[in-house]
């Protein structure tokens, strides 16, 4: 095989693109960790609208609310996670822009520019609507602890 030299200036759009690759990687994990906890979300709803046939009005009362509890769960990580895969594919078209703007030789400059800030605004929103779903658990839990030390 050639030895065969990589231009200058293609090596330094691959140092560039980088950056928004390591940005991948974190939007991926991020995004897995949303499906476990959208997976775990579904798990619960899935076995509370099992139990409903089987309960008193009480019971059956408690479970509704919870079930609009994980409702509001479901429909916060959804959009984190339809906002996060935007932000990904935002981040995948920089990455294209830069290397198609240095083989057709065309400015991206200005592109890249609109189009990273437009990525980094909707993982922002993702990351707040991930927020609001965690404050929804967290106040879950709060009522359980507040359940339990009345029964003790």
Known sequence: MPDVA??????HV????????????????FLNVMANRLARVVDRWRALEAD???CDADARKIRVEELSGL???MANINRAIALSTLAALLV???I???FTGQLLHMPVTQA?????IAAMSVLVAGLIYFLLE??????TLRVARVLLKRDA
């Open 96 to 98: 294209i822009l830069l």
């Open 92 to 94: 995948c078209v920089v």
């Open 134 to 139: 965690i404050r929804i658990a967290s106040r």
């Open 6 to 11: 990589i231009p200058e200036d293609i090596a």
């Open 112 to 116: 890249v520019s609109i189009l990273f």
């Open 71 to 73: 409702d509001r769960r």
């Open 52 to 54: 409903l046939a089987t």
């Open 14 to 29: 691959i140092q560039i693109a980088i950056a928004p690759v390591f940005l991948l990687a974190g939007i991926g994990a």
